[in-house]
């Protein structure tokens, strides 16, 4: 069992838990995920390591409440347990250790950008990062990714940081030169955009893949994109990967097969099921 050690609303719809996995809080690497089940029978949620604390054997998980399983887990308080964690799971993020990187977070997917960005960090990498939400409430991660480097932040409506999207923010940087290498997470339209952005720069651009994930361990098959023509299992190949060979027109269609699944198990959720047995 994981205990819940703190629990922080980090945007109206996105919540930060720091839970006791010691064990993972000790190997992990930037770029890694774990699969968690709050409860015995519950589904299966793949979540990126936000952040670690080896000494307190805590890791943070940044959780979007979207569908019926991602909101009961947010409805969990400190001192409860989650059910079980499995982890660390994928390949670690390919870090450049010299130089300046890049580093682009969308919405939620800031949350995936921020071990990158400390690990760069970390190993003396220049960071600059820009992020981005809907509104000032949406942007998350700000005041972590300040310590590691300039930080640009964009909103879609001009109420924190600079108007606009991310992609201007960071065409802007590209054009200014001496970026080695792009990393990006975050919706699926804000990877492509950048990787659209990259590819006439030559900078060589890593993004983080988000398709359904049920056992993460090459299994099922249910992560399956296609990268440069070749099907890969974001689970155990990624789930990082050159974003400028990714097809994601694939990935954005597969995205949406459990979409009415997952709207009838919301409803269910609220009381307004209306599924004849
Ligand atoms: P959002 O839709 O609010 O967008 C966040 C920011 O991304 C925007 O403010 C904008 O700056 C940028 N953006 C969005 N669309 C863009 C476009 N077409 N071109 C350029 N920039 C664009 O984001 P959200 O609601 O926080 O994110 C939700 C999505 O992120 C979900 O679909 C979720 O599955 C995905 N996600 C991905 C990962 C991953 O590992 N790739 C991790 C977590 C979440
Ligand atoms: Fe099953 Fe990747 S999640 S193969």
């Known amino acids: 069992m994981h205990t819940i050690l703190a629990k922080k ?8 838990l720091d839970v006791l996995a010691p064990r993972i809080a000790e190997i992990k690497k930037p770029g890694q995920f774990v699969i968690l089940r709050a409860r015995e029978g519950d589904e299966r949620i ?40 499995s982890g660390p799971l994928g390949h670690p993020t390919e870090l450049i250790s010299s130089g300046r990187a890049l580093c682009v977070g969308g919405g939620v997917g800031t949350a995936v950008v921020h071990p990158i960005a400390k690990a760069l960090h970390a190993q003396g990498v220049q960071v600059t990062s820009v992020i981005g939400g809907r509104a000032k409430e949406w942007v998350i991660f700000e005041e ?14 001009g109420s924190h940081g600079r108007k606009g999207f991310v992609t201007d923010a960071a065409k802007e940087v590209l054009e200014a030169g001496g970026i080695d290498v792009v990393y990006a997470v975050g919706p699926v339209p804000m990877m492509r955009a950048v990787a659209n952005l990259t ?37 155990v190949d990624g789930p990082e990967f050159d974003g400028h060979q990714v097809d994601f027109d694939l990935l954005a269609d597969r995205l949406q097969t459990y979409r009415e699944f997952e709207q009838r198990a919301n409803a269910c959720a609220d009381g307004q099921c209306r599924i004849r047995r």
């Open 9 to 16: 609303q980090l945007s109206p719809n996105v919540t930060r």
């Open 46 to 85: 793949p979540l990126t390591i936000a952040d670690a604390d080896p000494t307190q054997g805590t890791i943070a998980l940044v959780i979007q409440a979207v569908g019926k399983s991602t909101r009961e887990i947010v409805a969990m308080e400190v001192c409860d347990a989650i059910r079980d964690i």
């Open 144 to 157: 972590e990714l300040n310590r590691l480097g300039e930080v640009i932040v964009c909103t879609d409506d």
């Open 199 to 235: 590819r006439p720069f030559g900078v060589h651009t890593i993004v983080s893949l988000n398709p359904v994930m049920v056992d993460g361990t090459g299994m099922c098959g249910g992560c399956r994109v296609d990268v440069g023509g070749e099907t890969k299992f974001a689970c």
